[in-house]
């Protein structure tokens, strides 16, 4: 088991991906470079996790940089990081503030995983938990809570 990350750009006819595994050995570099073509264009995935902190969960906290560079122009940049990044990169940095809109994570093996996000720009952070239940007597289940409250449950897990 180890961190990867998956960039994917998506057009109306085509879909495109980049995907970098992080290993988790302790002599792999946690930093580095991809290149993929889009439509004729390149696009350039950076990352530094090298000074990564993770609290809970498969996501850095700070201490990292993620950019998406295409044509020699930032165009997504997350984590905490952001000086180094442009420093380390030499690329344009975008006319406009970019946003990311959505997020996706795959946790394989465990039965309870937990995460915190925060939906839309200006709004407060909310922990989410994922729970699998599928021992003892009760039907196999999943429940996803907000802040406690459950707000999905999948019953008749297969």
Not at 2 to 8: A, I
Not at 95 to 115: D, I, N, Q
Not at 121 to 134: A, L
Request: hydrophobic fraction near 35%; glycine fraction near 8%.
């Amino acid at each position: 088991m180890g961190h990867g990350l998956s960039v994917h750009v998506n057009d109306s006819r085509c879909h495109y991906m980049c995907k970098v595994d992080m290993k988790s050995w302790s002599f792999w570099k946690k930093h580095g470079s991809k290149s993929f073509d889009v439509k004729g264009k390149k696009m350039e995935v950076f990352w530094d996790v090298s000074k990564a902190k993770y609290v809970c969960g498969p996501e850095p906290q700070e201490g990292f940089y993620v950019a998406l560079v295409c044509e020699n122009e930032i165009v997504l940049l997350l984590g905490d990081m952001q000086e180094e990044a442009y420093k380390k990169i030499h690329a344009r940095k975008p006319f406009s503030e970019p946003t990311l809109l959505s997020r996706r994570e795959h946790v394989f093996g465990k039965r309870y995983y937990t995460t915190k996000a925060q939906f839309g720009e200006s709004g407060r952070t909310h922990d989410i938990v994922i729970e699998c239940h599928t021992g003892g007597s009760k039907e196999p289940r999943l429940d996803v809570r907000v802040d406690k409250k459950v707000v999905l449950q999948v019953k008749h897990l297969m």
